[in-house]
C-alpha cells in the first residue's frame, strides 16, 4: 500500500475541531504492513493525541514493533515535522535511518531520517550504571 495514500485517507478522519489543524499519519513495518494513525483533539486540550501517537497505537496492537517507514500529511503551507514527543515515539521503534516524509495536502514534500529529526535522542543506555 502506498504510504502516502494511506496518510492522506487517514488525515480525512482526523479529529481536530479545536486547532482545525487535521494531521494523517502512516507507518510501514519491514513485512510491509502499514498503520494509519490521526490526531484526535480533546476540549480539555491536552488530552489530545497525534496522528503518529495513533499510528504507533495501531501497529502495536497488530503486534508489530518495527517502525521501517513513516509519512505524514496535514494542511499546511510547508510540510510538518513530527512534535518532539513524537520523534522520541517514533525513535523508539525505528533506527536512526528511517524515513520520515512529511506531506502538504498541495503536493509539497520534505523527506528527513529520524536521526535527523532527534539527533542525542534518550535511549536505554543512558539509565545504565
Ligand atoms: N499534530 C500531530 O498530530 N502531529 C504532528 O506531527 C504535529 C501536530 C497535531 C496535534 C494537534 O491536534 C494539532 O496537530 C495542532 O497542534
Known amino acids: 500500500m ?4 494511506a496518510a492522506s485517507e487517514a488525515y480525512e478522519k482526523a479529529y481536530a475541531p479545536y486547532s482545525r489543524f487535521k494531521v494523517g499519519a502512516a507507518i510501514r513495518t519491514p513485512s510491509g504492513a502499514v498503520y494509519q ?3 484526535v483533539e480533546n ?4 488530552e489530545g493525541t497525534c496522528a503518529e ?3 504507533i497505537a495501531a501497529m502495536a496492537l497488530a503486534g508489530d514493533r ?5 509519512a505524514v500529511i496535514a494542511d ?5 515535522p513530527p512534535c518532539g514527543g513524537c520523534r522520541q515515539k517514533l525513535a523508539e521503534f525505528g533506527k536512526g ?3 520520515v516524509t512529511m506531506y502538504t495536502l498541495s503536493g509539497e514534500k520534505l ?19
Open 37 to 39: 494513525g490521526v490526531n
Open 111 to 129: 523527506v528527513m531520517t529520524l536521526a535527523e529529526l532527534l539527533p542525542g535522542k534518550f535511549t536505554a543506555e543512558h539509565m545504565k550504571d
Open 53 to 55: 501517537a495513533g499510528a
Open 76 to 80: 499546511a503551507t510547508a510540510p510538518v
Open 43 to 46: 476540549v480539555a486540550y491536552p
Open 66 to 70: 518495527e517502525i521501517s517507514e513513516v
Open 2 to 5: 502506498d504510504l502516502l495514500q
Open 97 to 99: 535511518d528511517v524515513k
